[in-house]
C-alpha cells in the first residue's frame, strides 16, 4: 500500500438522522459503529480483549448479532442478538473530549447500565453462554481505568469494577482494526 494515501483518505461514517455539524463525540460513535458493523472480526476481537481484561472468555459473542445505537441519550453502542432483539454487548465510548456522565440523580451512566440489567436481566441475551452484557468502555485518551476513577470520580465515587476498560490504541493497533482508514483516523484525531 501506498502510504501516501492515508493523509488524503476519508473515513466512510453513515451519518444519523440528527446529526449536527462540530460533534466530534457523535462522529467517534459513528466511526467506531462503522468499524464494528462493517468490518468482518472487529466486534468479536472487541469482545475478546474485553473478556480477557475481565478474566472471562467472550468465544462465539458476536455471532449473529448487529451493532446499534440504543439507550436513552442515544449514543451508546449495543452489540444486539438477531434472533433476540437483546443486548451481548454495551459499548461506551469516549471520544477525545467526553467525560464520564451522571444522570440527574448524580449516578453514573455506567451504573445505571449495571442497575438496568440486574433489575431487568431480558434486557441481555440468554443465547449467549458467557457473561451478557459485556461493559466496554473505549477511552481516546488512553487512560486506564483507574485514572479515570480517580480524575472523573473526584466529586461522585465513580467503579469501573464491572467495566472492560481499552484505550483507543490498544485496540485500534492490532488486527482487524489496524490498516483500516477508520482506525487511522480515530487514532490521530485525539
Ligand atoms: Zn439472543
Known sequence: MDSSDSAQETPTVRLPDDW????????????????????????????DLAAEQTGTTATGLARDTAVRFNGGCGSDLFLVC?????????????GPQAAMNPNKDDIWQ??????AYQADPALACGHFPGI????ILLDARNRSRQAIEQKEGAYIPLSLDAWA????????????FKDQPLARWLLACC
Open 20 to 47: 449536527r455539524t462540530g460533534r466530534i463525540e457523535a462522529v467517534h460513535d459513528l466511526a467506531w459503529r462503522d468499524l464494528l458493523d462493517l468490518v468482518p472480526g472487529t466486534a468479536q476481537a472487541l469482545a
Open 82 to 94: 438477531r434472533e433476540c432483539d437483546a443486548d451481548r454487548a454495551v459499548i461506551e465510548i469516549k
Open 110 to 115: 455506567t451504573a445505571v447500565y449495571q442497575d
Open 132 to 135: 451478557s452484557p459485556l461493559f
Open 165 to 176: 476498560v481499552l484505550t483507543y490504541e490498544e485496540v485500534l493497533t492490532r488486527a482487524p
